[in-house]
C-alpha cells in the first residue's frame, strides 16, 4: 500500500475505469489463457463476447495514430508491437469486455436519451455558435476512424462502466489506523551535517604503465566506443533549383499587392470611453444633457453611472451600430446615445490615429519577394512529384537528379548527431530536425521517402554505406583513456579518503573536529523527506540510507567528482493534524489506493468466473 503515495498509481483497473477505455494502463498477463495456432473464430472470446481480430486491428491502429505525434509520425505497426502497444490494446479489449459481460448480468442498461444528451453536451462536437453540430460530430468520428454506430455503441459501454465503477469505489475510505501510519512514514523529515571530500583535494596519480593502460582499456572498451557512422548520397531540391525559370512582371507584382491591400494598411484607430444605461428615462436624459452640450463625465455623473474606457479601438472591435457612430464623431466630442444588442451607449471620441496605406513603392520590392518565393514553392511541389515518378519508374538516385538538373551531395560519415569521425560537425548538411532521424532510420542501400524541409524544400537520402559502432583504437583515444584512469582512482583515492573521516565519528569524534582537521567545511542540510524532495540537495541513494539509520550514525555517498559523508543530525516526525491539507490529501490518495485494490480484485474475480481466450497467433498475422 506504501505505493500509494507514489507520482502514477500502479494500479491500471481504476484509471481504466474512471478514465473510460484509457489505454495507458499495466494489466496482468494472459498468458495462462492463450491457445496456440490460427484460428478463422474469434481472436479474443470473454464470455459470451467475441471479439475478432479486425476489430482488435482496428483498435490497435487507432492508438498507433494517438501516439504518432509523440514519435514525430513515425511510429509503425512493427515498431508498435515492439513497444506492447498490441498487448496493450488486448489487454484493454479484455478489461472492458470483462466489465460489459459483468453490466449485462446485473442488468445495467444506457438510456438513448441519456446517449443523447452526452453526445450533443460534448465540447468536441460545437460548431462556432457553441451549439451541437452534426457536420463537426461526423467530421470528429471520420478522423478518429470511427463509424455513428461504433461511436454510440462505446459511448453506451462507457455509461454502463461508469455505473459499474461508481458502485464499485464510490464512498470508500480507508480507516485512519492504515492511512495515519503511512502518512507519519512519508511525511517524515530528517536534517543531516555533511562533509564533501572533493577528488581534487587528493593529488592526481601519476599515468599508468603500458600493461595496466592496455588492460584498463580492454576492461573498458564499451566506454571508448565509436558511434554508428553512415555514408550518404543526399539529393535537395531547393527553391533555388527553379527560381531562374519563374517570371514575375510589373503587373503580377501590382495584383498581388491589391490583393494584400489589407495587409499593407493600418486602420483608423480611436480613443473611446463610454457609459452604457437602460431604461427609457436614462435614455431621455441622456439625450437631453447631450443636447445641451454636456460632455460624458456630466452625463454620467447625471446618470449615476461609471465611465468605461475602451481605449483605442478600430471599427472592427465594436458592435454593428456603434461602430458608425464612433467613427462619425469628431474628436473631442460627446455622441447621442447609440442603441446595440448590448444597450445604450454614450460614447466620446478622444484622439483619432489616421489609417495608413503603404503605397506600392514602397513594398514593391518585398511583393515581388514574396511572389517569387510562393511560385518557387508551388514549383517546388510539382517538381517533388516528378522526381518521385521517376524514382517510382526505377531511376536511380543519380539518373533522377541528372534529369531534373538536380545537385547529389555525398557524405562520406555521419554520426546520428551529425558529426564527423573527427568529433565535429558535419558541414553542409540540410538544414532540417528530420534528416539525422530520417538518415538512421533508412534501411542500408534503400532511399528515404522524399521529405519535406520547412521554407527550404525538401530532400531524398539514401545509405550507402553502414559502419557499426567499434571500440576506438587506444592508439588515437590513449590521452583521454589515461585521463579517465587518472581520474578513477583519484576518486577512489578521495573515497578513501572519505572512509578514514567516517571511522572517526564512528569512534565518537564530533564532524565539527573532523571537518576542520582535514581543512573541510560541515554544511548542515534543510529537512528533508524520504522521496519526491523538490530541490533535493542530496543523491537519493544517500536520502535513502539517512533515513534507515539512528541519529548520530554515518553514510557515504557519491557526487559527481566528490564524496560526501553524511551524519543524521535530526529526525522531525509528522503530526497528523486532521485539518491540515496535507493530511487531507494522504488520507485521500491511501483511500483511492483501497479502491483500486477492491478494483483489482473484482477484475481478477471476474477473469476466474467469466473467462478469457485469446488468439494470440491470429493477431500477431492479421494486419
Partial sequence: MLDVFRKFSKTWVVRLLFALLALSFVVWGVGDVVRGGASRGPAIEVGHTAVSATEVQSEFKREIERLQPLFGGKLTAEEARKLGIMDRTIDTVITRSLIDEAGRGLGLVAVDEVILRRVTANPAFRGPTGQFDREQFRSRLSRAGMSEEMFLRAERGNMIRNQMAESLA??????????DPLLRWREERRVAETIQVADDSVPLPAAPDAATLDSYYSANANRFMAPEFRALTVLLLRPSDIAAGIDIDETMVRESYQQRAEEFSTPERRQVSQIVIDGQSDVARAYELQGQGKDLPTIAKALG????????????????????????????????????????????????????????????????????????LDG??????KVEDALGGGATL??????????????????????????????DLPKSDQFLDVSFHTDLGTESPLTEVPENGYFLVRVDQVTPPAPRPLADIKADVIARWQAERRHEAAHDKAQRLVERLKAGESIAAVAQSASLRVEKTKPFPRENAEGATLPPALVTGLFGIKPGEVVTGDLPGATL??????????????????????????SQGVANDIADQFIAALNASIGVKVDKQQLSNEE
Avoid at 380 to 385: A, H, I, K, V, Y
Fill in 305 to 376: 453611472r461609471d465611465i468605461i474606457d475602451l481605449g483605442l479601438v478600430e471599427r472592427r472591435d465594436l458592435p454593428e451600430g456603434l461602430a458608425d457612430a464612433v467613427f462619425r464623431l469628431e474628436s473631442g466630442t460627446t455622441g447621442q446615445p447609440v442603441k446595440t444588442a448590448l444597450g445604450w451607449h454614450v460614447v466620446r471620441v478622444g484622439a483619432v490615429q489616421p489609417g495608413r496605406v503603404q503605397p506600392f513603392a514602397d513594398v514593391r520590392v518585398k511583393v515581388e519577394q514574396d511572389l517569387r518565393r510562393e511560385k518557387s
Fill in 380 to 385: 517546388l511541389s510539382e517538381l517533388s512529384n
Fill in 565 to 590: 559523508v553524511a551524519r543524521l543530525a535530526e529526525v522531525i516526525p509528522f503530526t497528523a493534524d486532521p485539518s491540515s491539507p496535507v493530511v487531507e490529501s494522504g488520507r485521500r490518495r491511501v
Fill in 398 to 427: 543519380e539518373e533522377a537528379a541528372a534529369r531534373f538538373s538536380l545537385k547529389v551531395a555525398k557524405i562520406a560519415a555521419v554520426d546520428a548527431q551529425g558529426r564527423g569521425p573527427n568529433g565535429k560537425p558535419v558541414a
Fill in 170 to 179: 464510490s464512498g470508500i475510505q480507508a480507516p485512519l489506523l492504515m492511512a
